[in-house]
Structures are given as C-alpha cells and as structure tokens.
C-alpha cells in the first residue's frame, strides 16, 4: 500500500493582493489541490470559489476570530501558528521552548490550532520544527536556502508523530520531497501561481500515491471455448494509453492483464476507456488492493488501472455493461517459491479483447498454449476481497 499524499497551496497576503491570490486559489482549484493555506480572513472567499480543505494562519492576537467566523460560516478546517511569530523568525525564538507562545498555542486544550508553519532559518529553527511536531497534527516547513538534509532529519526523526508539509516553489521540488529518504514527506506547500506548475505538482502527487506492482509471466497451458456466459465490459471515467488495462481473473491470487479497448479495429472503433474485462464471477483488482466481483461494480465505484510496467492508478465506473457472449476458458501456469500454480480466468472470445504477453498485445482468438501471458500473482487467501490468514482452495 502507498502512502496518502497532499498539495497545500499557499495564498496567504504574503504572495500579494487578494485578485492575485484569487487568480492563484482558482487555478489550484481547477488542477486538484487539497488543501489551500490561507489568511484567516479570507476563508469564506475561498469558500466562495469551490470546494477545497482551507487552512489559516492565526496568531493568538486572533482569540475571538474563531468564534465570530463559525457564526458566518467561515470556519476553516485546520488553523495554523508560526505566521507573524517564533516560527517566521518575527519573534525570536526563545532560549526554552517551554516559553513559546506558539507551542503553548498548540497545546492550550481548546485546540485552537492544529498546524505550525517553521521556515528553517539555522538549526535552531530544524529544532523547534521538531519540538512542534510533538502537538501539531501536521507541521509546515520552508527552507529559505533549502537544503535536503535538514527535511531528511526531521523525516527521521519526527516519524509518525504528525504530517510532515515541506515547502516547495516548482513539481520538481515537490517529487524531491516526496522522495526523501524513501518514505518523503505527506505532503508539500507549493508557492506558486503559474496554473502549469499547479497542475504538474498535483500529478506528481498523483504519481507518489501510485502502487507499482510485480508483474510476471505465466505460461499459457490452455484456451478452450466454454460456451456463452455473462460478460461485463466495464467503462470508466478514463482514458487509457494502449499499454492500460486491469488485473481480472477467476482466482484472487493470480489475475491477467487485460488491456483497454484502444485499439481500433475493421470490426469496432476504439473505446480507450473500456476494459472487455470478463465474466461475472471474476475478480478485478481495486485502488485499495483487494478485489471486487465483476458483477458488484457499480457507477461511481472505483478500479485500479496499470500499465504493464506494473505503475497503477484509480479510475471511476462510469458504466458497466454485461451481456451474454460466447467464452474462452484461459489457463496458465505460474512460477512461485513453493513450484508452479495453475491459475484461469474467462474471457469473451472476441478479437478485440486482448491481452499483454511476452511478445507485446495479443487478441485472445490469436493465443495459444505456451504463450506468456502477464499476471500479478500474489499467494494470499481472500474473503470478501480482503486478505485473509488461512486456507482457501480456487479450482
């Protein structure tokens, strides 16, 4: 499983005037952030632009803010401390920490702030962001001179003890953050208004959310016709590249590549966002990594979609059709530690369902024995899609 990741976008006064930041809170919207950081008193315009999770800065100048903006409406969903204070560097730092008004913001009982905002001025800074992390649900970091080093110590050293935010001005820095020390940061605070470098950082969170699986090869012992059964195609709210397609087959523990209906053909023109996936009773791999039955999936609901390098992404039913077509019974035999695993599924027997092998995308009619088809094989048991510890026989 991968790690959940989020964009914070700055739009604070510090970035320039309200039409500014508007025009920047607006682009951010339309590329996917979730989260923008703003003043406190601008959180009902950002309400007013669309719906996205809004942080404030506050001070504890701001005592009766709180109150009078859940009368309007206008309560944001986290609020933060460091702006105008210690952790700016506009008030200095105190000798002990134990005297911070920010730290002792953090920690009054009535939870008025979730979140610090520390730039990383000298390694006093790096150590108060750390002292921070023991109350704040999530801490926010900026490097003036930024350096990896001070964001991989306070990676190591922080833990699980809240969501680390590191600061970043491009989609370059940002997939530098998340990949720091393997595990990254959970998010970034982009600080930028160019709508292109938005919507980069966004996919690049897109990217470090993604699962990448091992795929591997499983020789093709048997492609029988079975007769007609209940097909479903399932079409999603996507559009697939031709090396796209979904993990489908009869036995939870070994699925096939089925690719997506990219292809043009003299019989049907291209439906990129189709995956002719199989019949009812088989499984399809879902975002989550469990599975779901063919004929569960519903408009709205969610699938995993790869490419054959094992890199996975979500997509959303829009449809799902199922139809009575003629079938092909595929077997195939799997390398594992314990010796060969025989595994199967139904396809339709149509020439324009194909799957991935050895040899590159393959119509089903056009298999043989001994091809190598692509699988994910993985020797759990399942119940209701979830893994599970004990034994269950699939024949």
Same mark, same amino acid.
């Given at each position: 499983?991968?790690?959940?990741?989020?964009?914070? $976008?700055?739009?604070?006064?510090?970035?320039?005037?309200?039409?500014?930041?508007?025009?920047?809170?607006?682009?951010?919207?339309?590329?996917?952030?979730?989260?923008?950081?703003?003043?406190?008193?601008?959180?009902?315009?950002?309400?007013?632009?669309?719906?996205?999770?809004?942080?404030?800065?506050?001070?504890?100048?701001?005592?009766?803010?709180?109150?009078?903006?859940?009368?309007?409406?206008?309560?944001?969903?986290?609020?933060?401390?460091?702006?105008?204070?210690?952790?700016?560097?506009?008030?200095?730092?105190?000798?002990?920490?134990?005297?911070?008004?920010?730290?002792?913001?953090?920690?009054?009982?009535?939870?008025?702030?979730?979140?610090?905002?520390?730039?990383?001025?000298?390694?006093?800074?790096?150590?108060?962001?750390?002292?921070?992390?023991?109350?704040?649900?999530?801490?926010? &970091?900026?490097?003036?001179?930024?350096?990896?080093?001070?964001?991989?110590?306070?990676?190591?050293?922080?833990?699980?003890?809240?969501?680390?935010?590191?600061?970043?001005?491009?989609?370059?820095?940002?997939?530098?953050?998340?990949?720091?020390?393997?595990?990254?940061?959970?998010?970034?605070?982009?600080?930028?208004?160019?709508?292109?470098?938005?919507?980069?950082?966004?996919?690049?969170?897109?990217?470090?959310?993604?699962?990448?699986?091992?795929?591997?090869?499983?020789?093709?012992?048997?492609?029988?016709?079975?007769?007609?059964?209940?097909?479903?195609?399932?079409?999603?709210?996507?559009?697939?590249?031709?090396?796209?397609?979904?993990?489908?087959?009869?036995?939870?523990?070994? $699925?096939?590549?089925?690719?997506?209906?990219?292809?043009?053909?003299?019989?049907?023109?291209?439906?990129?966002?189709?995956?002719?996936?199989?019949?009812?009773?088989?499984?399809?791999?879902?975002?989550?990594?469990?599975?779901?039955?063919?004929?569960?999936?519903?408009?709205?609901?969610?699938?995993?979609?790869?490419?054959?390098?094992?890199?996975?992404?979500?997509?959303?039913?829009?449809?799902?059709?199922?139809?009575?077509?003629?079938?092909?019974?595929?077997?195939?035999?799997?390398?594992?530690?314990?010796?060969?695993?025989?595994?199967?599924?139904?396809?339709?027997?149509?020439?324009? &369902?194909?799957?991935?092998?050895?040899?590159?995308?393959?119509?089903?009619?056009?298999?043989?024995?001994?091809?190598?088809?692509?699988?994910?094989?993985?020797?759990?048991?399942?119940?209701?899609?979830?893994?599970?510890?004990?034994?269950?026989?699939?024949?």
């Amino acid at each position: 499983m991968t790690r959940k990741r989020s964009v914070w $976008l700055r739009a604070d006064d510090g970035v320039g005037e309200w039409e500014r930041r508007k025009h920047r809170i607006t682009a951010g919207l339309e590329a996917g952030v979730d989260w923008v950081l703003v003043d406190e008193r601008d959180v009902a315009k950002v309400r007013e632009l669309g719906a996205v999770n809004v942080a404030a800065f506050r001070s504890d100048a701001d005592v009766d803010l709180i109150g009078d903006a859940e009368e309007e409406g206008a309560l944001a969903d986290a609020y933060v401390v460091g702006k105008d204070g210690e952790g700016d560097g506009t008030v200095e730092l105190p000798s002990d920490f134990s005297g911070s008004a920010d730290l002792t913001t953090l920690r009054r009982s009535d939870n008025r702030a979730q979140g610090a905002y520390v730039r990383i001025l000298e390694k006093e800074y790096e150590e108060f962001a750390e002292e921070a992390a023991r109350d704040a649900e999530f801490l926010v &970091v900026v490097g003036e001179d930024w350096k990896i080093i001070p964001l991989e110590n306070l990676i190591a050293r922080i833990g699980d003890e809240t969501n680390l935010i590191a600061g970043v001005t491009s989609a370059d820095e940002a997939r530098t953050a998340f990949e720091t020390l393997e595990l990254g940061a959970e998010g970034v605070l982009l600080d930028t208004e160019d709508p292109d470098e938005i919507r980069r950082t966004v996919e690049v969170r897109d990217e470090a959310e993604r699962e990448s699986l091992d795929l591997q090869h499983a020789t093709v012992t048997a492609v029988e016709q079975t007769g007609s059964a209940d097909r479903v195609c399932v079409d999603t709210g996507s559009i697939m590249a031709d090396d796209e397609g979904m993990l489908v087959g009869s036995m939870s523990r070994g $699925l096939f590549f089925v690719h997506a209906e990219t292809a043009d053909s003299p019989y049907v023109a291209s439906r990129p966002f189709r995956v002719n996936a199989g019949a009812v009773h088989a499984y399809v791999r879902t975002p989550d990594g469990g599975t779901k039955y063919l004929s569960e999936l519903r408009s709205g609901d969610k699938v995993q979609l790869l490419n054959t390098d094992g890199r996975t992404r979500d997509a959303i039913v829009g449809r799902v059709k199922i139809e009575k077509r003629p079938m092909f019974r595929v077997q195939a035999e799997v390398e594992t530690d314990e010796g060969v695993d025989v595994i199967e599924t139904l396809i339709q027997n149509a020439e324009t &369902v194909k799957v991935a092998t050895a040899n590159g995308r393959i119509a089903v009619t056009d298999l043989a024995e001994g091809d190598e088809v692509l699988v994910y094989y993985e020797d759990v048991a399942r119940h209701f899609g979830e893994e599970v510890e004990e034994s269950i026989i699939e024949q």
